[in-house]
């Protein structure tokens, strides 16, 4: 079995990135996490991966003010460098651009923590439960230029309790983010689809 090299692109502790990494150790497992890539330094799941012997990449973004494209275009060199078959994002707080996306369709992924399509963007646990939903959960899904559009993938619900706080709330769906996301990038890389 040829496995799909795996980047995952962080910009902070990087919890779906570690359990990506542990799913990756499985010997049948189809993918391997070749990169972890962070637009934040010093970025705390950047010290996991080396701690895995997982190779590393920066590219600061705030060093491109103003220009998204020129900072995709660093970090599409360092993905075609590693010989990226398939990207993950792991809490990448970028909006990226369709130039970049196009590059990647079919082949690049994000978990995201609500029941797409309710709830796009942040702060969804405490917009979940403002609205008195009734269940939560996360979703996997393609990634497109629209932010939260892209075809899913995999998603799992929690019920939302009494009692329930953005952050008791947060810390169950998480859990499911975990156990979702490889899943989904089981999928992905055995069906791997390019476009």
């Known amino acids: 079995m040829t496995r799909k090299r795996v980047a995952v692109l962080i ?6 990135m570690a359990a990506l990494i542990a799913a ?9 996490i070749a990169l972890v890539l962070s637009n934040v330094p010093g970025a705390g799941g950047l010290a996991i991966a080396e701690s895995e012997g997982i190779a590393t990449a920066t590219i600061d973004s705030k060093a491109f003010p103003r ?3 020129g900072f995709e275009r660093a970090m599409q060199a360092v993905l075609e460098a ?7 994002l792991a809490g990448f707080m970028r909006i990226l651009t369709p130039w970049f996306v196009g590059r990647w369709e079919g082949r690049m992924i994000n978990i995201h923590p609500a029941l797409l399509p309710a709830y796009k ?5 405490a917009r979940a439960l ?3 939903a009734r269940e939560h959960g996360a979703t996997v899904h393609f990634v497109t230029p629209e932010m939260d559009e892209g075809e899913i993938i995999l998603q799992e619900a929690v019920p939302v309790l009494p009692g ?3 952050e008791t709330l947060g810390a169950r769906v998480l859990a499911v983010e975990h156990r979702i996301y490889p899943a989904a990038l089981r999928m992905i890389a055995t069906e791997y689809r390019l476009i």
Not at 24 to 32: F, L, Q, R, T, V
């Open 130 to 132: 403002a609205d008195g």
């Open 11 to 16: 910009s902070g502790r990087g919890s779906n």
């Open 67 to 69: 220009d998204r494209e």
């Open 24 to 32: 990756a150790k499985a010997p049948d497992y189809p993918a391997e």
């Open 121 to 125: 963007g942040l702060d969804t646990h």
């Open 164 to 166: 329930d706080t953005a």
């Open 82 to 88: 590693q010989r990226i078959d398939i990207v993950c």
